[in-house]
Every structure is written in C-alpha cells, then in structure tokens.
C-alpha cells in the first residue's frame, strides 16, 4: 500500500518537504500548473519542474549542503554488449535497464538525478525527505538487482547470448555530506557533488555483476541489511587508504 | 568573426538541419515560441528545446542511426579535490570545469549533451550538421584543454595547491555509428548510445592531464590535426584486441 500511495501523490513532496508549499502536481488543480510548464519531473513522478529545474528558486541559494545517500548503478559488461549488439537490440537493453533501476528508486523515493548510458547516479533525502535514507537507498539498490536481474533472464530466453561475458548490475551506496545545486552557469538542473559523490562512484565501479557495495558510513544507518555481509577492503583511485565495504548478493 | 556568427543564430540550427523547419530562437519572432516554452536549449544555445525534448517529434523515430564524433572529457585529481577542498571551492572549480568546455564545445557546433559531476560528453554532428565533425571535435578538445589549463593557472595563483597531484583534464574523441534517440521510457531528451560512445569513454579514461587521445577513425578525418603526433596502443577493458589512439597534448 505504501509505494502504490507514493505513486499518487497530489502535490510535489518535493516541494513540500523543502518549503512547506503545495504545488499540485496530479488531478483537476494541477491543470492552471501545467499550462505554465510546472508539470511532474522526470527525476521522480512524485516531484514537479520547480524543484528539477528551478533549484535557486526553491532553496533561495546556489547550493546548500546536506546530507544525503547517494547510489551509483552501472552494467557489466556493456562494453562487450555494445560490440556484439545491434543497435536496435543494445537500445532496448538500455532502456529496459533504466527504466527498471528508476522504478526501484522511485520505490524508495530517490531520484533519478543523472542517466549516462548504462550507468545512473541517484539521490536519497532530497529534495523527497527520508529520515531512513541510506536504508531507502540499500533497498533501493537489492531493488535494481533484482529486477535487473529478472530482465536479464528474459534477455537470455529471447536469445541474446549472455554466456560469454560476466553481464550484470554493479552498485555502489554511501552516505555522507554533498553539495546540492547548479554547477553550472547555462544549465538550471540541480545535481549533487563532494567527495562522497565520488566514492559511491568508485564504489560502484568496484561492484562485479549482482554485487552492492555499501560503505561503512551507509551500513551504520542500515544495520538490519547488512547484518553478516562479508566486508572487502578496497583500494579506490586517488584514496590513499584502503576503504572497507560491505558486499550484498543479490540472487 | 565566424564563432560570433555561431553564437547569435536566429533559428535553431538544429531543427533547420534535420528538417528544414525555421524555429525562431532569438529577436522578435522567438516570444510567441517562448510563451510556449520553446526557448534556447542548454545543450547548445544555437537550437531549441524541441531538439532537445522532443526528438520524437523530430525525427518521427524512437531513435535513428548516426555517424557522429563524440567527445567525452573528465577532471583528473578530481578525487584528490573532492577530498582537499571545501564544498564551495569545489562547486567553483566544477562551474569552471562545465562552463569552459561547454563554451569550447559550443565553439565548433557540438551540444554538451550529458554533464555529470567532474564529466561531460559532447555530441559533433547531430542536431547541427558537420561535414567534419570529426576535425570539430578535435578542435573542441583543443580548446577544452586550453582553456582549462589557462583556469587551473588562475586556480593555483588563487591559493588552490596543484602540486600534490597531476590536476588537468583528460579528453577521448571518437567518430563512429552511434544509435541517437530516447533510451528511457521516462525521459525525453535525447542521448547517444553504442560500441562507439563506450569506446570513446575507455579513450578518455586512458588519457593524462592534458592528454587528448583522438581514436584512428577520428584521427583519419582530421589528418592535419594528429600530424605527427605519437600512437599509444591502449588495453581497454572489455575489447580484446589493442587500440591505437594518436595522443595529442596541449600546452
């Protein structure tokens, strides 16, 4: 019942979360809305274009900093996909990939923030508040793996040969403080930046096929979903000390 | 006398290339569009958001193929920033990072078509049409690196320590068949997909600060621009055999 009422809201959660007001978003007073570009964002149906693309106006600021959880998902494999593919056939994997990890996310009240390929970063706690949110964004996260995980399998039956090549999910997690805001004199979508961005990033990048990586920092704020994962130290470009992770399986 | 042509288009020339329909996106004309949220895009301010938001519309195909050059460019040290500096520094250096490569890009005719975070990829011939996009996009990475040098320099006197690590920006181009379209059943505006796309991003990977490594099949369309420049063969991951990539470096 929670997700299929997350799927109606009526006004902007994000809205409401960051400024108290109602921007109606779905049924008959969201229509005057509409007629002036304010319609549900593509980042999540549950925010509109004011929050996406009007951070300024919102936050009263370029940039605030917050905390937030932040998830890195990319495929394995892609670069053997993209050789062995047509270009038809590569499309509907990449469009099935993203459209199942955003159903995940959306689950969860993360945003999609930023698609690039096969790859996705996605946002936890804002502008949608989530006292939980690097639980959201574990759960988000055995989310993409298992319904990636699902479309692969039905990848394999209609006969892409998916033996040859390890393919997959890998995801990354971590929890810390970010920059929110434009970084960007000609372009007004807010995004998310700081050195816990780049270590979910490195992170995902260590992630193997139907692997979650969780750092330490989001495994304190979710102990329940790691409890007996095995812990990997890792050593991440431009980090001089080995940064340890809990490693989830999903099958 | 030409890049100030360039900047002052009166209609997108993205939807006078691919359909030969005029788009009024500056001067008089342009309001009436504007009323109807039809404005400059962001990607480049020489076409419109129908380009950009609509390319359903635009080309009457979920998506289409393309030879187009694609050029991806990434901060090097950027970790190492994430980690040193405080989050406004760093939102300065990133707004710095975006907003010279995109003026680089938009130069010769390319869009910024994806930025995230410390990255960006750029799309040369498509919407606007290039007879050598391939010499366009080396020319742009040229220029990213010079002006990007030229920041860092301001950076350093400003009291932002750039010995610790090889900071400077690393830059991959590529031409091939790319698959241009919409790859989210939730998103609308258009990206770039494919084997050449990924190789690109493995190109820019390998490069140094200050590196650009130009592909043979770009390097083949711009010969007077690789002259006498070194081949580096590069074990990328996920393509078996070598790739040998011209490495130009600008100083």
Chains 1, 2 share one sequence.
Request: charged letters at 20%; glycine letters at 8%.
């Amino acid at each position: 019942m929670e997700s299929s009422t997350r799927s109606q809201a009526r006004i902007c959660r994000g809205c409401w979360d960051q400024m108290h007001m109602p921007i109606p978003i779905r049924g008959p007073l969201a229509l005057p809305f509409q007629a002036f570009g304010i319609t549900r964002s593509k980042m999540n149906p549950n925010i509109c274009t004011i929050c996406e693309r009007a951070f300024t106006f919102v936050k009263k600021q370029r940039h605030v900093s917050a905390t937030a959880s932040i998830l890195f998902a990319d495929m394995r494999g892609y670069t053997y996909l993209s050789e062995q593919l047509d270009a038809i056939t590569l499309s509907a994997v990449v469009s099935t990939f993203q459209d199942q990890c955003a159903q995940a996310i959306w689950e969860h009240d993360g945003i999609v923030n930023k698609q690039m390929g096969d790859g996705l970063m996605a946002i936890f706690n804002f502008p949608i508040k989530a006292e939980r949110h690097a639980a959201a964004a574990v759960r988000a996260a055995i989310e993409v793996q298992r319904r990636c995980g699902a479309a692969l399998e039905g990848m394999a039956k209609r006969g892409v040969d998916t033996r040859a090549m390890p393919l997959g999910v890998g995801v990354g997690v971590h929890t810390g403080e970010v920059e929110i805001g434009e970084f960007s004199t000609f372009r007004s979508d807010f995004t998310a930046i700081g050195g816990a961005v780049n270590l979910t990033a490195r992170l995902e990048s260590q992630a193997a096929a139907g692997e979650i990586l969780v750092s330490a920092e989001a495994a304190a704020q979710a102990p329940e979903l790691v409890a007996g994962a095995a812990i990997r130290e890792l050593s991440l470009k431009g980090i001089n000390q080995p940064v340890p992770a809990h490693v989830l399986t999903v099958h």
